[in-house]
């Protein structure tokens, strides 16, 4: 598409950067918050930002990991995790742009690990699972390290936003949707679906007829 | 063996998928403790049925992993622990098969590690660990993700059960056993050390001579 | 190199051991204090001893597995692991030893870690992180599995020494020199940087302005 300034594979690479952003301060914060100092935050960031797509990338065989090529995904989160440190006490002033960061990495992590499953030869229903894992796998190594419970298995319309968006560019690529297009639609899903959710405060129940 | 109904193969895959149902069902129990959502419950069944088994592929460099082209795992995971979760109340009923079938998962998942690695070429030693490994890091990985130390790692006996099936397996073949006979022989060794443990309240001691 | 009687592969090797057994000797501790039963400790022993490295050659597509050619590893973990528990009363003989093998352990998994990334076509930036994982992440699984925040990530100088002995390398190797006086200089700075900080009590800070 030489045409265009902006290709479909760009956007998606910002969009990936800002979800590692997200990642990357919500690791150092709790980091911070368990008295780890500054070599252990940048760990727990890089854990929570690209844990998810190593355990894909491993799961499906596909080497080099995406990082080990691209140094930026290293660059990025060492950065990210250092000038929070310093500047820490600005934190309240970037609180909600975290929040719109993190949905938007949601959705970029869900379509990056569904489409790589995809081109890795996976049936559909795994490749809903390797968007899923990418998504979410990397908060949940960070809370395991800080030895918290994981925030995205409580109720928080995590998992089943990364669903949505899957399932919906499965129903239009079976009816013949642009691939492009398809990829933005997926994207659009998911990150609103997150954002309704933190706006009106949905929840997946848990089920229980009778304690 | 096409003379009978029952091969060794089929019955393997059978006590394989009880022991799914148990992992799914124990899974699904903690994760509800927890108060995880209904997506959260079911991440944690698979964790607990199949985390052990992709551990031990990706270990072994065995892709696809095994889940991933047979679609039973996920969806016998995923239907378990919706079931349990709508009918929650009726768990009491189900306890003690839930122990036999954990059992049977434990015999089954042991036998598969155990042989998938010496098909791989692995040493003996190395293939006995991974039928270890098999049979308990996914409920290892649900008591981590759970922040819950490892139930069976606790005076409990199933590391051992797994070892004495592996043990007897090698012994048996170092004499010249059918190898169809003796996968039933290491089932049944495994399963009958574990239901006499439960039985018998074995345990295995902490060796400490002074504290 | 035939003339010499101990060759810088040897000498690494046998420092590599000495890693090996202080964290054999670490997991077995930790494991004993948690309660869990001989197997139990044996197996976090062996999540201490051989998880870092175990991780790294996952993630490097290096098979099979280092440990699972040399039987070395685990023979010298079960006995480590099963001589301590038996012994269990002369470890206080035993402390200022355990930490002085940790430091040698530390310095032998992050010279193996990073030059078995190089080896495998790493670039340098991933050799040092990989070096740091060799040598820092099999003591987080212990701690994990023992429901433990990891002790590494806190105030002690571990990432850093491991990250310090590679630039050291890596600028040295730069100047030209000499590949195996390179690996014993590295050796001897991380070791160095690791006694020095036990000794003076050198901690890295948390970075935090404003609290």
């Not at 918050?33 to 252990?40: L, N, Q, R, S, V």
């Not at 669903?163 to 009816?175: E, I, Q, R, T």
């Amino acid at each position: 598409m030489p045409d265009y300034l902006i290709t479909p594979d760009i956007l998606l690479y910002v969009f990936d950067m800002m979800g590692i952003i997200a990642c990357a301060i919500a690791g150092t914060l709790l980091a911070q918050h368990k008295g780890f100092d500054i070599a252990g935050c940048i760990l727990v960031s890089m854990a929570n930002a690209i844990g998810g797509g190593t355990l894909r990338d491993m799961a499906l065989d596909r080497h080099p990991l995406f990082w080990m090529t691209d140094l930026s995904y290293v660059l990025v989160i060492t950065l990210t995790s250092l000038i929070l440190q310093i500047f820490f006490h600005l934190y309240h002033k970037i609180d909600t742009a975290v929040k719109v960061f993190d949905a938007i990495g949601l959705a970029a992590f869900s379509v990056i690990g569904f489409k790589v499953a995809l081109a890795q030869g996976a049936l559909p229903v795994i490749a809903v699972m390797m968007g899923v894992w990418t998504a979410i796998i990397g908060g949940m190594m960070r809370d395991i390290i800080c030895n918290e419970i994981p925030m995205v298995l409580q109720k928080e319309i995590y998992i089943t936003a990364s669903m949505a968006g899957s399932l919906v560019y499965l129903c239009l690529d079976h009816l013949g949707m642009d691939t492009g297009m398809n990829d933005f639609i997926m994207l659009g899903v998911i990150f609103a679906v997150r954002m309704l959710a933190i706006r009106y405060d949905w929840h997946l129940p848990s089920i229980r007829l009778v304690k």
